[in-house]
């Protein structure tokens, strides 16, 4: 089975995400917790990472950087879902997001519907 991780500062957003992702036959873990997620990513193994990139402990881009620099998770793939248009984020931010996720974007709100054609379409790659 599937198994996706979320990341997100907001847990009605995560209960969401469990909700949609559930009904669509994955097998969904999260938290709103970065060190939780980094352990999850380090010890587990993990097919698709969702995360937003607003958070007030370590923001997403960031946690990109965290990813980055971990052999392990540097191929990780990644799904952000986030309610801040990508053009309104710092330009540093941007542009990785640009480079590494050009399609693995998804702004709130969303559809269920689209979530997970976004998933499906992730996992494919």
């Known amino acids: 089975m599937v198994k996706i991780l979320s990341l997100h500062a ?12 559930v009904r669509a036959g994955y097998e969904h ?18 097919d ?41 984020v710092p330009e540093t931010c941007f542009d990785m997001i640009n480079k590494l996720y050009p399609d693995h974007y998804l702004l709130m709100p969303f559809s269920p519907q689209v979530l997970v054609k976004t998933v499906q379409r992730i996992l494919a790659e």
Do not use: W
Not at 53 to 63: A, D
Not at 69 to 79: A, G, P, S, Y
């Open 10 to 21: 907001e847990t009605e957003i995560l209960n969401l995400l469990h909700l949609i992702l």
């Open 29 to 46: 873990l999260y938290t709103s917790d970065p060190q939780a997620a980094l352990a999850i990513l380090r010890h587990e193994h993990i």
């Open 48 to 88: 698709l990472f969702i995360q937003n990139l607003m958070r007030p402990q370590i923001n997403g881009c960031e946690f990109y950087q965290i990813m980055q620099n971990d052999e392990k998770l540097r191929d990780m793939r990644v799904l952000i879902v986030s309610a801040l248009n990508p053009t309104l």
